[in-house]
Nanobody
């Protein structure tokens, strides 16, 4: 089992920055990728960014150049640095971690960007 605890969401003005954190515990050696999804009301769930155990990253086109995903292996934590935030980035962001057997999800953290 893997447990994920997220933090770092909040309210920010357009153009501002936030950093989300996702700390993993449990069977962390089995994790091969971690990342963040978001789903705004009435829209499909979107993979925002992911990072593999080897450090390969992937981003949604909508956040390229603005968001950066990174990991601290010593702390078993993945970060999502979000810069130049836009009102359309407003939604709940959920951390996930995948093993070869299943995917695990955090509780979600709200990000609100005011115009």
């Amino acid at each position: 089992q893997v447990q994920l605890v997220e933090s770092g969401g909040g309210l920010v003005q357009a153009g501002g920055s936030l950093r989300l954190s996702c700390a993993a515990s449990g069977s962390i050696a089995s994790i091969y990728v971690m990342g963040w999804y978001r789903q705004a009301p009435g829209k499909q769930r979107e993979l925002v960014a992911s990072i593999t155990s080897s450090g390969r990253t992937n981003y949604a086109d909508s956040v390229k150049g603005r968001f950066t995903i990174s990991r601290d292996n010593a702390k078993n934590t993945v970060y999502l640095q979000m810069n130049s935030l836009k009102p359309e980035d407003t939604t709940v962001y959920s951390c996930y971690a995948a093993t070869t057997i299943k995917a695990y999800w955090g509780q979600g953290t709200q990000v609100t960007v005011s115009s």
